[in-house]
């Protein structure tokens, strides 16, 4: 006798939403129930085994591959699933939130995906989570061309043919949705949320324009995470009806641990995987994280000096094509955030160098596609692609077997030639205190100092400062030596605010949560208990 059908959570402490009723249907949330029992218990026991794998690497200040999975890594005969056509060129992917406007400006990018953010990009309130929905909906369905009421400017998509494939992200594993809950007061997960209304709604439609439900899965950090979400696919489409491997999912290799697992996650997915990401913000600020026990050799340099050509993140990269390949899988590589300037042409032609060298490295590397923050980076990163693509799809056949890479090779932090500087200080705090006051107000992706940043940002720079006084840095600043203290980043924190205000106006700094972002990066930088998410803390200050 099969379960009763549980009841379907309940929308607890929400103003109501124009045109809610076509995303929060009976029906959909009676889906989102059923993901919620079936899985948010497996959802639970994986947050506590990455607390237990968290104490381990405290304990041994080291990782390695895995000795119970070897033969999974040694075994050269399986392949996940072919892509299907609308994935097999990969070569540009735009990123944003799924607010109206991004939205079809993203499609009409001239990217050949769009990763349309639920997660790091997105500021969780309410209206940012059901609208988000809308405006796919609306965009599957052509409802979606507007005028913005501000500039008078009208937004409509191009024919179907021109428009980018949507590669959706939701949530990670560790952030729930406060206002949807079970019937014992319990929030859903809010990637379940995420991934639940989006495929209720969407994955048929999908299907009658020749595409599918495709996901990215961000914060992944063990194969049998990648295992979790699996059985949510096959749950979904059995439930649902749709044929096996319609779905498909690229991860992003964006925590340690999973670069230590990337044929295992390939493995668990192997039906319905698409690809491995490269995700530097993050992948930093997870080696921060699991390493601060670690001394002075897993210390970082300021952000800015950890290019993809360090050592170790050149390990990661190189083994994360050569895994992909070998595997059939695509390899996409990381963020260009640059936001092209309209007053220097100056800053532009030297960030647009950088971007261009940045990707024509990847793209000889062997990478498939890579991620721009902005529609005018698409034609640099395209070319790039082109010189090395032509008309190919994809260089899946490159399976890089020239790259060998070690365990050790992944956290030799302390080979890269770059030590942290007040400057790098100085400029974590003002990022950290800029992102923060835009997230709080429900922007997720904001343009900072000619870089579109999202929450990663916050992370890694947060992490930074706290890793740095917790290690005892030293900087040379103006002639002498200057340690790293919680007192000198108050005083720098101030020193920010005030300029804020100045540059603000006080009636604009009065409307905004400048105070609010300015105590809470000083918490999660300061507090001696290092906080794993800084979105926990800071989701329960959002509003909405």
Not at 391 to 402: A, G, H, V
Not at 508 to 521: E, K, M, P, S, V
Request: overall charge negative.
């Amino acid at each position: 006798m099969s379960a009763p059908a549980p009841s379907s959570p309940t929308v607890v402490d929400a103003e109501p939403l124009p045109r809610q009723e076509e995303v929060l249907t009976e029906a959909a949330l009676a889906f989102v129930a059923e993901l919620h029992r079936r899985f948010t218990p497996r959802r639970d026991e994986l947050l506590a085994r990455r607390a237990e794998r968290r104490a381990e690497i405290a304990r041994t200040s080291t990782l390695g591959f895995l000795p119970e999975t070897a033969a999974i890594r040694e075994d050269d005969s399986w392949k996940v699933a072919p892509a299907p056509a609308a994935l097999e060129d990969r070569r540009v992917e735009i990123t944003g939130p799924t607010d109206r406007r991004m939205t079809v400006n993203a499609l009409n990018s001239g990217a050949r995906v769009w990763l349309a953010d639920f997660e790091d990009a997105s500021a969780p309130t309410w209206e940012n989570v059901v609208l988000g929905q809308l405006n796919l909906i609306d965009a599957y369905t052509r409802n979606i061309d507007f005028t913005d009421p501000g500039s008078g400017k009208s937004y409509a998509l191009r024919p179907d043919a021109e428009l980018a494939t949507v590669v959706m992200r939701p949530r990670g594993w560790h952030l729930d949705e406060r206002h949807l809950v079970d019937p014992d007061g319990t929030p859903v997960p809010g990637a379940l949320v995420d991934f639940g209304l989006y495929f209720f709604h969407n994955a048929r439609r999908l299907l009658d324009l020749g595409k599918g439900p495709y996901f990215y899965l961000p914060k992944t950090e063990s194969h049998l995470e990648a295992r979790l979400w699996n059985d949510v696919f096959v749950f979904a489409q059995d439930h649902l009806g749709i044929p096996q491997g319609t779905v498909r999912a690229t991860v992003l290799i964006e925590t340690i641990t999973a670069a230590y697992e990337m044929d295992e996650i390939l493995y668990e997915l192997r039906d319905h995987a698409s690809g491995l990401n490269a995700g530097r913000w993050d992948y930093l600020f997870s080696i921060i994280k699991n390493f601060r026990d670690g001394g002075p050799k897993f210390v970082l340099p300021d952000r800015n000096a950890v290019t993809m050509t360090a050592p170790f993140m050149r390990a990661y990269t190189e083994l994360l094509v050569r895994t992909c390949h070998k595997r059939g899988a695509h390899a996409i590589g990381g963020m260009a955030a640059f936001i092209p300037s309209r007053r220097d042409e100056e800053v532009n032609r030297v960030a647009l160098e950088k971007v261009k060298a940045d990707k024509d490295r990847e793209a000889a590397d062997g990478f498939d596609g890579s991620w721009v923050a902005h529609p005018d980076l698409v034609p640099i990163a395209t070319a790039s692609f082109d010189a090395v693509l032509g008309d190919r799809p994809n260089q899946k056949d490159r399976l890089r077997e020239d790259v060998s890479v070690a365990a050790g090779d992944l956290i030799a932090v302390d080979s890269l030639d770059a030590r942290p500087t007040y400057e790098g200080l100085v400029n974590a705090v003002q990022v950290g205190i800029r992102y923060i006051e835009a997230w709080l107000r429900g922007l997720g992706a904001v343009a900072i100092f000619n870089l579109m940043e999202d929450a990663a940002t916050a992370e890694i720079s947060r992490s930074q400062i706290w890793q740095w006084i917790n290690a005892g840095v030293v900087f040379e600043h103006d002639g002498r030596t200057v340690a790293a203290t919680p007192e000198l980043t108050r005083e720098i924190a101030a020193r920010e605010l005030a300029d804020i205000r100045a540059e603000t106006g006080e009636e604009a700094f009065a409307a905004g949560r400048w105070q609010q972002a300015h105590d809470l990066l000083l918490k999660v930088a300061l507090d001696e208990d290092y906080t794993d998410f800084l979105t926990l803390p800071a989701y329960e200050q959002l509003r909405g």
